[in-house]
């Protein structure tokens, strides 16, 4: 059974803080990476995709990829309360071979005026 | 770029009704459309998934006869909850894939805003 797990929080961090959402997924073929926000009664929206190891920003989001480890992450820089929600975390399975993603449940952040 | 709409974003039917919700690529053609339910507090659920002109693949537990997929052209999936009963109350969201050639990454999915349904 390949899994994404993703610690589900809360996270609650003061506005202006660096949030830190971590996910680790089992599958080694996996070769695209993806974080979703989700608010709540709203449906996932893109964040950023990365697909090679290091780190990839846009804006005051940068993703990080580390497949030895198996490990890809998500940094919020200057957090502020509009970004609370859920942060899911998907990887593709089969290497891509099905075209489906693999969801974490995802980590409800809450940033803190 | 990559809008995916969903028709109609919310619905309230009576039991043994049939419910049909519409996704659409809005600007872009779809390879293959992906059917999510999302009970409240819990993550998403994949039902299936559908590729144009073939029948859906649904996913284990899923009864294909109760949720009926069509898959018509390459920007239009719709899905038939037929025979709703209470329990099928939930939050159906559609996703799409880039049909390759186009400026968008092939493996993506794109969300479209939802459907909530509430089966009386």
């Known amino acids: ?113 | 770029g990559a809008v995916v709409s969903q028709h109609p974003s919310w619905v309230i039917c009576k039991s043994g009704t049939s419910v049909k919700i519409e996704c659409r690529s809005l600007d872009f053609q779809a390879t293959t459309m992906f059917w999510y339910r999302q009970f409240p507090k819990q993550s998403l659920m994949l039902m299936a998934t559908s590729n144009e002109g073939s029948k859906a693949t649904y996913e284990q537990g899923v009864e294909k006869d109760k949720f009926l997929i069509n898959h018509a052209s390459l920007t239009l999936s719709t899905l038939t909850v037929t025979s709703a009963h209470p329990e099928d109350s939930s939050f159906y969201i559609c996703s799409a894939t880039l049909r390759a050639g186009g400026y968008l990454n092939t493996d993506t999915q794109y969300f479209g805003p939802g459907t909530r349904l509430t089966v009386l």
């Open chain 1, 1 to 113: 059974q390949k899994e994404v797990e993703q610690n589900s929080g809360p996270l609650s961090v003061p506005e202006g803080a660096i949030a830190s959402l971590n996910c680790t997924y089992s599958d080694r073929g996996s070769q695209s990476f993806f974080w979703y926000r989700q608010y709540s009664g709203k449906s996932p929206e893109l964040i950023m995709s990365i697909y090679s190891n290091g780190d990839k920003e846009d804006g005051r989001f940068t993703a990080q990829l580390n497949k030895a480890s198996q490990y890809v992450s998500l940094l919020i820089r200057d957090s502020q309360p509009s970004d609370s929600a859920t942060y899911l975390c998907a990887v593709n399975e089969n290497g891509g071979a099905t075209n489906k993603l693999i969801f974490g449940t995802g980590t409800l952040l809450a940033v803190q005026p």
